[in-house]
């Protein structure tokens, strides 16, 4: 099991995570190459494949929970759901082969829920930026762990 896997309990085809390099109570920074095998560059576009924005706000997200979970305020068996997005920008688009770099701000963390903002970059130009609140939870007894 690699570090991300024990960080989030998202699996392929849907983990967005290659890395958190770094987690503070403050910030989170951790990045991703999103590949030509992604699942859906399928359809998003043929021959042009682009990054749909919702994946670049899940890719978001689950860069600040993986971060939390690092620094130890989310427990091991704790899941986390996106409540609201909001304040979304896209600026650039991501294609296949291209790295992001997610920098995520915890702007509140309780036991019942998270809230923060995040940027996603490539290189050094913004590709999108967004704010996101997650209600969290365990999971119901008898529910398997990954």
Not at 42 to 47: D, K
Not at 68 to 95: I, N, P
Not at 121 to 130: I, K, Q, R, T, Y
Request: charged share 25%; glycine share 10%; hydrophobic share 45%.
């Amino acid at each position: 099991m690699t570090e991300i896997e024990t960080l989030l309990p998202h699996r392929e085809p849907f983990l967005f995570v290659d890395e958190v390099m770094n987690a503070e109570p403050g910030s989170i920074t951790a990045r991703h190459v999103f590949t030509e095998n992604e699942f859906f560059f399928r359809g998003h576009f043929p021959g042009y494949p682009v990054v749909p924005g919702v994946i670049l706000i899940e890719t978001m997200a689950q860069a600040g929970g993986a971060g939390l979970r690092k620094m130890g305020v989310l427990k091991e068996d704790c899941l986390f759901f996106l409540g609201t997005v909001d304040k979304v920008k896209f600026r650039r688009q991501v294609r296949a082969g291209e790295e992001v770099r997610l920098e995520i701000e915890n702007l509140r963390v309780s036991a019942r829920m998270i809230k923060q903002a995040g940027k996603a970059f490539v290189g050094s130009e913004l590709a999108a930026e967004a704010e996101w609140m997650c209600l969290t939870g365990g999971r119901p007894s008898g529910a398997a762990a990954p």
